[in-house]
């Protein structure tokens, strides 16, 4: 097996490298960043030909470690192309800040760590992938190092993210230890002997508490708002996009690959953590006056509605959450698009600053708008979709025995309800308002991806959902 | 000649003897430790006659609605329990395939009950009629406003061209509407059918079609479209951004009426929510945010509930289909206890929008709030969403649920209609009288659907539509008031009619209209459902009738406070004049409709009847 379907991951890694060197010959901090953005577009599109090019029939293994398949496939395009609009938006936030070569450095490694998580198949390269891409963000969101909120944001990330760290490398530990292997399919095919095992239990504890806190689910939320208020925000875009899609993955390969067969000892644990999650995300939300702030709880809320198809472990519920894991990193992303660009124009970040956005920029309101009520669920965008088909995975594995599942779906919809309160407080002030204070006017840098974001929302998302959705769960059943 | 006789006897004969006659002891043991119908089930071919006999004890034969119920609901019933005898069911209940659950009435908490199954023993399904057009109708119908929302979008530098745009968008409207009422006729079944799928592997399609139920709705839609422009011709608050949301609306309301799939109903349901909370948000009075934000909050979590409720349906039915026509056909093998669930979940997502009490605080202020376009389509159509779904959505599917609430639909639909009618009398602001109104009158409507007959429904269907002309008219009047004096405070009006004589006239007319007037659309409403509902409940019927008493109070005394009697000091009253042109010809338009439809009711009455027949035979009801 030739190596071109680890095209992507070998061009970042020689990117990576290559960008501090160029900067050093040429001294042209612009020149990198571009060449950091032309060489995530490249390897998008090396991605969607390999991909959609000529199918992928078998799944590729190298070397044992590392495994191509449809779930990882659609989440290295999901990844690069995050890194892609992060890298856009970020040429114009950072502006003339020094060390900007630096940063596209760190941002190319960041997405090749989470290339290889997505397609790692044992847990030491996973677990590679995952420190990979956490220790590029440390820095990432600590870099505005003059700002007291990013530096202490990133002291923040660092602290409660190498404790995390070590708790999944515990649990890592834990399960080689009473299985003898790393292998995510030797592990699957592991025969545990006993219906109950208290080691196990323990390994998993671990696991759940260093991944949520990728997730940022309760109670390992705690960071999210912090380090989302402080960051600068194409990182924040990039953390809530993809490096909660990030964790998402590393579950579904842990808990559903390689635990799948003692879904016993975790299922009542993740579903308790899932409700938990949703409903302290949005009530925390509700009294947010810092958007940033607000939409971190907005992404530990919905964090909670993904975790909540994990019990119900069937490949229709999988794939709704895999389909909402990629639809959020799509109006999460989205709206900090907007939050960075009502930022950079000197409005602030609170929510009285989108006052009267509507009357300064038609096209930044709408989107601001379509993304929030995507985030509700509200029909007919985007977000209504991959909600709904994940409420309806999990109803229905409920209603085909496991009845308390039917509880999840009962929380999940009550606390969509619950978030139109503060999602429609922003809109409020969006358009009821007057605009206050003066404000720059918008450069054209977010006018692209604001409409690439409203054209998926509107259009592409609805119109083609069952595509997408078969997709999806094409990803998931090559997972069980 | 002899043998040819013994023929033709044996030729008249031969029906009658197949047909077998079965019986059925009715008894119990001696000591009275048992009581039992023997045999308890009994299998019998269709047209076949069934005999009860009676042994010891004083027993009757009550039918029940299923084999848990221990009461006797409606059906075939032997008369007051008796000491021996015998007695036939009549031969109407063996007719056609079916199960028939009974029970004595004094034993049934004994287990004394037994069963009959005529055939197969699943009643038929009612074939109804799909007719796919041949032209697109109703797509175009979806298509035109929004259409017409992009047009006013690119002219939103333009300060003319939007309401022109959709004053002609409307028009269009208004005759596709018109062409598709007369197209979808007055027979039975579902006309100008279209499917477009969406996504096969969960059986979602846009599926549009109308009947008698709809067709009446999309006419109602299509009127007020031209009307609500017209009224706000001089919007002048960004105006682009209006006028691209009424037609938004409209396309969504719309959607609301001509779709045939679940899926697709909840979708266009949560649609309308969007252009309306900007509506009032944006050109709503001192209190917008606020009256916004409830409405907002309030009608969503409804509407989830009620989403929950039809994804319980769908994976019930296991049809792989969000099709209603197919989930209806199912419903023979839904459980009670389920139906009464998911009809409860499916009831609080309508009750709130109609809107009933105790789920009705949302609308006094969104309509105070909105502006008078915002409230024509919030009294106008947005109301008749709730109705429109309870009988489209949520009774065929579930006849058994429907059944179990109907004391509860009564009782709410008597409380809303009193207590409506009450807070109406004591309002001093011309607004919240009419929005109070609202609550009252579509408790009328409520009341014949909880009757569950033909009339009832039919008499709902017909509320629905009269209302939907009269009470925009009632909210154009207090924009009219508003807009000449600046405050529709009633005990600060008076003598409108001395400086304004024609704009009066028109006033009465509508106010009359309202209250229920014979000759005009309300009163042909009242009085089927109040028929209705006392040849289903009685003497119950005295409560609304009283409610009734109190509207024409209302109505009247506002009237005359307002535009008649001394002219008022309290405000300057020197500026009154008649109403522009742009408030008349509406106003005037409506009495005219309301007249028509009050004097020649057979126009919408004839396709609304069939479409209500069609429905209480999906139930099972006919």
């Given at each position: 097996m030739g190596l071109e379907l680890l095209f992507p991951e070998f061009l970042l890694a020689a990117a990576a490298l290559l960008l501090p060197g160029t900067y050093l010959l040429h001294r042209n901090a612009r020149l990198c960043g571009q060449l950091a953005v032309a060489t995530l577009a490249v390897a998008l599109s090396a991605t969607w030909v390999q991909w959609f090019g000529e199918g992928l029939v078998t799944p590729a293994s190298y070397f044992g470690h590392l495994q191509i398949d449809v779930f990882s496939q659609l989440f290295k395009f999901a990844f690069l192309t995050i890194a892609f609009v992060t890298g856009i938006v970020s040429l114009a936030y950072l502006g003339e800040l020094p060390h900007r070569p630096e940063f596209f450095t760190l941002l190319l490694t960041a997405t090749l760590g989470m290339l290889i998580v997505a397609s790692a198949s044992d847990l030491l390269t996973l677990f590679i992938g995952l420190?990979?891409?956490?220790?590029?963000?440390?820095?990432?969101?600590?870099?505005?190092?003059?700002?007291?909120?990013?530096?202490?944001?990133?002291?923040?990330?660092?602290?409660?993210?190498?404790?995390?760290?070590?708790?999944t490398l515990y649990g890592i530990s834990l399960l080689y230890g009473l299985t003898g292997t790393l292998s995510i399919a030797s592990l699957a095919a592991h025969n545990w002997n006993s219906d109950f095992s208290g080691a196990l239990f323990v390994a998993i504890l671990f696991i759940t508490g260093g991944l949520g806190f990728k997730v940022a689910a309760v109670p390992f939320h705690a960071w999210a708002p912090d380090v989302y208020q402080g960051a600068p925000t194409p990182v924040t875009a990039f953390l809530a996009a993809g490096s909660k899609a990030m964790g998402f993955v590393a579950l579904l390969r842990i808990f559903v690959v390689a635990l799948g067969s003692m879904l016993i000892e975790w299922q009542l644990l993740l579903g308790i953590i899932a409700i938990v999650t949703m409903t302290v995300g949005n009530l925390a939300a509700l009294r947010q006056q810092d958007i940033g702030r607000m939409l971190a709880y907005s992404s530990v809320a919905q964090a909670g509605y993904i975790l909540a198809a994990f019990p119900a472990m069937t490949e229709l519920a999988l794939g709704g959450a895999i389909f909402h894991t990629l639809v959020h990193a799509v109006m999460k992303g989205g709206a900090f698009v907007i939050v960075a660009a009502v930022g950079i124009a000197g409005l602030g970040y609170g929510i009285d600053g989108y006052r009267g956005l509507a009357q300064r920029s038609q096209l930044l309101a709408l989107t601001m708008t379509v993304c929030l009520l995507s985030l509700v669920g509200i029909p007919p965008f985007g977000g209504f979709f991959s909600k709904f088909w994940l409420f309806y995975g999990i109803f229905q594995a409920g209603m085909a025995g496991q009845q308390w599942l039917l509880w999840l779906v009962i929380a999940g919809v009550l606390n969509s309800a619950l978030s139109l309160f503060y999602y429609l407080r922003v809109i409020r002030n969006i358009y009821t308002e007057d605009p206050q204070g003066e404000a720059r006017p918008f450069g054209e840098h977010t006018r692209y991806p604001a409409l690439a974001v409203l054209l998926l929302l509107i259009l592409l998302i609805p119109l083609e959902y069952d595509y997408l959705l078969t997709l999806c769960r094409d990803a998931a059943a090559s997972l069980l | 000649m002899k043998r040819l006789f013994a023929l033709g006897l044996l030729l008249v004969l031969l029906p009658a003897a197949a047909a077998e006659t079965h019986t059925v002891e009715v008894s119990q043991s001696d000591d009275g430790s048992s009581y039992y119908f023997e045999p308890d089930v009994l299998q019998v071919a269709v047209g076949d006659i069934v005999r009860f006999e009676w042994g010891n004890g004083s027993h009757n034969i009550a039918q029940a609605s299923d084999g848990e119920a221990n009461s006797y609901v409606s059906g075939f019933y032997s008369g007051e329990p008796q000491v021996g005898g015998n007695w036939t069911l009549p031969a109407e209940y063996t007719e056609t395939d079916g199960t028939l659950d009974y029970l004595c009435e004094p034993?049934?908490?004994?287990?004394?009950?037994?069963?009959?199954?005529?055939?197969?023993?699943?009643?038929?399904?009612?074939?109804?009629?799909?007719?796919?057009?041949?032209?697109?109708?109703?797509?175009?119908?979806?298509?035109?406003?929004?259409?017409?929302?992009?047009?006013?979008?690119?002219?939103?530098?333009?300060?003319?061209?939007?309401?022109?745009?959709?004053?002609?968008?409307?028009?269009?409207?208004?005759?596709?509407?018109?062409?598709?009422?007369?197209?979808?006729?007055?027979?039975?079944?579902?006309?100008?059918?279209?499917?477009?799928?969406?996504s096969s592997q969960f059986g979602v399609s846009l599926l549009l079609g109308v009947d008698g139920l709809s067709a009446p709705m999309v006419l109602l839609t299509g009127i007020l479209g031209p009307l609500t422009v017209l009224f706000a011709w001089e919007e002048q608050k960004r105006p682009a951004l209006f006028f691209g949301l009424l037609l938004l609306l409209q396309t969504a309301t719309l959607g609301v009426f001509v779709t045939l799939d679940y899926f697709v109903f909840y979708l266009f349901w949560e649609v309308v929510l969007i252009p309306m909370f900007f509506l009032v948000a944006i050109w709503g009075g001192p209190a917008r945010r606020y009256a916004a934000y409830k409405f907002f909050i309030y009608t969503f979590t409804a509407s989830l509930v009620m989403l929950v409720g039809f994804m319980a349906l769908y994976f019930e039915a296991g049809a792989n289909t969000f099709s209603m026509i197919e989930i209806a056909k199912q419903s023979g093998s839904f459980a009670p206890t389920f139906q009464k669930w998911v009809f409860a979940a499916l009831f609080i997502g309508f009750a709130v929008k109609m809107p009933m009490v105790p789920f009705h605080t949302w609308l006094p202020d969104a309509h105070v709030e909105a502006p008078t376009a915002g409230s024509i389509v919030l009294a106008g159509i947005m109301l008749k969403l709730g109705l429109y779904g309870l009988m489209r959505a949520a009774l065929a599917p579930l006849p058994l649920g429907a059944e179990y609430f109907v004391p509860v639909m009564v009782a709410l639909a008597i409380v809303s209609i009193i207590y409506g009618a009450a807070l109406s009398l004591a309002q001093t602001d011309l607004k919240k009288l009419v929005a109070y109104s609202s609550i009252s009158h579509m408790g009328i409507a409520l009341l014949g659907v909880a009757t569950l007959t033909e009339l009832g429904l039919a008499g709902a269907v017909y509320m629905m539509f009269a209302h939907g002309l009269l009470s925009p008219a009632m909210f154009m009047i207090a924009g009219v008031v508003l807009h000449q004096l600046g405050t529709r405070d009633i005990?600060?009006?008076?003598?409108?009619?001395?400086?304004?004589?024609?704009?009066?006239?028109?006033?009465?007319?509508?106010?009359?209209?309202?209250?229920?007037?014979?000759?005009?659309?309300?009163?042909?409403?009242?009085?089927?459902?109040?028929?209705?509902?006392?040849?289903?409940?009685?003497?119950?019927?005295?409560?609304p009738i009283f409610g009734m008493v109190l509207t024409a109070g209302y109505h009247l005394w506002a009237l005359q406070r307002s535009v008649f009697g001394p002219l008022s000091k309290e405000v300057n009253v020197e500026k009154v004049h008649e109403a522009l042109w742009y408030e008349q010809w509406p106003l005037f338009t409506i009495v005219t409709l309301a007249v028509l439809f009050g004097v020649l009711p057979q126009i919408l009455m004839s396709p609304i009847t069939v479409a209500c027949y069609d429905i209480l035979r999906l139930m099972g009801g006919v």
């Open positions: 420190e990979l891409a956490a220790f590029s963000s440390y820095a990432l969101v600590a870099f505005q190092k003059r700002d007291d909120g990013s530096t202490e944001a990133g002291a923040k990330y660092l602290l409660i993210g190498s404790f995390s760290s070590a708790l | 034993h049934a908490l004994m287990g004394m009950r037994g069963s009959i199954i005529v055939g197969s023993g699943a009643a038929p399904i009612p074939e109804i009629t799909l007719e796919f057009g041949e032209f697109p109708w109703l797509s175009y119908l979806l298509i035109i406003p929004l259409l017409g929302t992009m047009w006013c979008w690119g002219f939103r530098h333009h300060p003319e061209a939007p309401r022109v745009i959709a004053l002609g968008t409307t028009l269009a409207t208004l005759l596709l509407s018109i062409t598709i009422f007369l197209k979808a006729g007055s027979s039975s079944g579902y006309r100008l059918m279209e499917e477009y799928v969406w005990p600060k009006l008076g003598g409108l009619a001395q400086k304004q004589p024609y704009t009066a006239t028109l006033f009465v007319a509508i106010f009359l209209g309202s209250l229920g007037l014979p000759g005009m659309a309300t009163f042909v409403a009242e009085l089927s459902v109040f028929v209705a509902f006392f040849q289903s409940h009685g003497y119950w019927l005295l409560l």
